[in-house]
């Protein structure tokens, strides 16, 4: 027996992590954070343990919870206090994405990155204007969202928030030519500096659903499967991807992330943009309920999780374990 070869050598103490390929620092995570402008007071998420609605009020506090785990930076999510057809809240000044942003960068160092789509301010809780003119009460379910007249809206939307001080906005909508439109729209009223990360494969998921209880924006009839993507292609992946690079795009997104680590190491050897990969609640709320059950150690499968998709390309992750895995790192 030819035993030249021992990889269990590499595995000892002392040079294994000496030998390890890939590594987790907190800097590469993002924490999502759900801010609530019809809240007084936090309101725990059932579906994802540890997590909470926040009232504005208390919006800084909240992100200054996350700084102190060593994580440098927030997505922020919103939840209005009203909703119509067109979402014309997530473009108002006084917003409540707009008004966290102010309040959050003028007083934290925290780097703040917005969601810029319309399903939480919906009435209807589609990504955008409804075709035809259809609102949530006379819609069928087969009735899909006007691409060229939610760009429109994006584009209100990416302003608004750049205004307030947003340091990267991130449309995640899957809108045909949406981050052309968000550009060019930036860079004409002068935030050429601002970013654009693009949630550039986004699957229709059903890892999101927590999320939507999250963020209240479940749709209220139908289904996102005309615009999000459909989780057989990858092929469509470089497409949908490689038009979002073409447009402008500074860092490129895959959402979910376990199920498409796939995905993932494919943008990583096909492009030299920064990739992200958005760990979302479905994930996270399937290792809590396995951990709940006493059948998952949730330390070391959250850790394992965010690792892999680390190892699988992934230079940012958004995940709800960003503050846990950090203060163990």
């Given amino acids: 027996m030819d035993l030249t070869h021992r990889p269990r050598r590499l595995r000892q103490d002392g040079v294994r992590g000496l030998v390890s390929e890939t590594s987790l620092e907190p800097t590469d995570l993002i924490a999502p954070v759900f801010v609530d402008a019809t809240a007084d007071e936090r309101v725990a998420i059932e579906s994802m343990p540890g997590h909470e609605r926040v009232p504005l009020e208390e919006a800084v506090s909240r992100v200054e919870e996350v700084l102190e785990t060593g994580v ?9 206090e009203s909703k119509d057809a067109d979402g014309s809240r997530a473009w108002a000044e006084d917003g409540v994405i707009q008004e966290a942003t102010r309040r959050i960068t003028a007083e934290t160092d925290a780097y703040v990155v917005t969601d810029v789509c319309l ?6 809780g589609h990504c955008g204007t409804l075709e035809d ?9 087969t009735t899909t969202v006007d691409n060229d007249a939610t760009l429109e809206s994006l584009e209100r939307i990416a302003i608004s928030h750049a205004e307030a001080g947003a340091d990267m906005v991130a449309p995640s909508g899957m809108m045909d030519g949406m981050v052309g439109a968000i550009r060019s729209a930036l860079d004409r009223e002068g935030y050429e500096h601002v970013p654009i990360m693009s949630y550039a494969a986004k699957y229709e998921s059903a890892f999101y659903g927590p999320f939507r209880d999250a963020a209240d924006g479940a749709p209220a009839f139908g289904n996102r499967r005309h615009y999000q993507m ?8 470089m497409r949908e991807v490689r038009l979002d690079a073409e ?3 500074d860092v490129l997104m895959v959402k979910p992330a376990l199920p498409y680590l796939d995905i993932v190491r494919d943008l990583r050897r096909e492009f030299d943009h920064p990739v992200a990969a958005y760990n979302v609640s479905g994930e996270y709320a399937m290792l809590h309920a396995a951990a709940e059950k006493g059948w998952l150690d949730l330390e070391a499968v959250a850790l394992e999780s965010l690792l892999s998709i680390k190892r699988a390309g992934a230079d940012l992750i958004l995940t709800y374990f960003a503050e846990d895995v950090a203060t163990r790192l």
């Avoid at 440098?72 to 919103?78: C, H, R, S």
């Avoid at 003119?133 to 379910?141: I, K, M, T, V, Y």
Wanted: charged fraction near 25%; aromatic fraction near 6%.
């Fill in 119 to 124: 399903c939480e301010y919906t009435e209807h």
């Fill in 72 to 80: 440098e930076a927030v997505m922020l999510f919103g939840i209005p």
């Fill in 247 to 249: 447009q402008g795009a």
């Fill in 133 to 141: 003119g259809l609102d949530s009460h006379d819609a069928e379910p």
């Fill in 230 to 237: 459909d989780p057989a292609n990858a092929r469509e992946a």
